[in-house]
């Protein structure tokens, strides 16, 4: 039976990646700091620190020693955060990017490392069109407002995300691994439940997107059908950005 990472799993995205990933047969290893409420037979809950470095370690040996050798990995956890660039705190940059850019980079290296020894894995990373588009346009807003209600680090950090994606994969290519990322656009969750009817007319679609189609993408980066895809950033975005 494949043995699946999920990091974040506690969250709309995560569950939804989680519920998706048992349904198809794999064993769920699921990293959040707070317990998941929904774990079944084949779904453990590992408590870590992804951007712990020693934490992550220590957790993926506890996988293997109880579950298996990891065969995939799928790193969904991550913080929002809001505001312009020219008032961005040191603190605050520090604070995503820690959880961002470090809780994907550990568990990419030290799983990634595995897989390579393996010669079998496949990985997929969660960014965002933030990491794309330079923030969400919106109109009814005048400039000053925009900026305020930017997400300029939370952009940063998955365009971060995007770029270790590409460099992975080419990085594991050889070793027979494959690496890509999902990159969701407006996406119906408890976080984003406040996001005003302007934002949902601009999707060319005409609505958010739901996190189970997220972990459908995810599902098949993971599946050998798309054994010939590596380095791709999936956009489930509506078509609210297209590149």
């Known amino acids: 039976m494949n043995v699946v990472v999920v990091t974040g799993a506690g969250g709309a995205i995560g569950r939804a990646v989680c519920k998706q990933l048992l349904a198809e047969g794999y064993q769920v290893a699921a990293l959040d700091l707070a317990e998941p409420q929904e774990l079944s037979a084949n779904m453990r809950y590992f408590p870590c620190d992804v951007a712990s470095r020693s934490a992550v370690r220590d957790v993926v040996e506890d996988i293997e020693d109880h579950l298996g050798p990891i065969t995939a990995l799928v790193n969904v956890a991550g913080v929002l955060s809001t505001g312009s660039a020219l ?3 040191v603190s605050e940059f520090e ?20 897989m390579a020894e393996r010669k079998r894995g496949s990985i997929v990373n ?3 069109v933030v990491g794309k588009n330079g923030g969400n346009a919106r109109p009814w807003l005048d400039v000053s407002e925009q900026a305020r209600a930017g997400s300029v680090v939370y952009g940063m950090s998955k365009s971060a995300v995007h770029t270790l994606t590409l460099f992975l994969a080419k990085e594991l290519a050889r070793a027979g691994v494959r690496v890509n990322a999902v990159a969701p656009g ?6 984003t439940d406040a996001f005003p009817d302007n934002l949902r007319a601009l999707i060319p679609l005409g609505r958010m997107g739901r996190a189970s189609e997220v972990a459908a993408a995810v599902s098949f980066m993971l599946s050998d059908k798309a054994g010939f895809i590596s380095g791709e950033i999936l956009d489930v975005n509506g078509a609210l950005w297209c590149d």
């Open 186 to 191: 407006p996406i119906a969750t408890q976080m």
């Open 87 to 89: 008032d961005l705190k």
């Open 126 to 128: 969660i960014g965002s």
């Open 95 to 114: 604070r995503v990017m820690r959880v961002n850019v470090l809780g994907t980079l550990i568990p990419c290296q030290l799983i990634g490392q595995l």
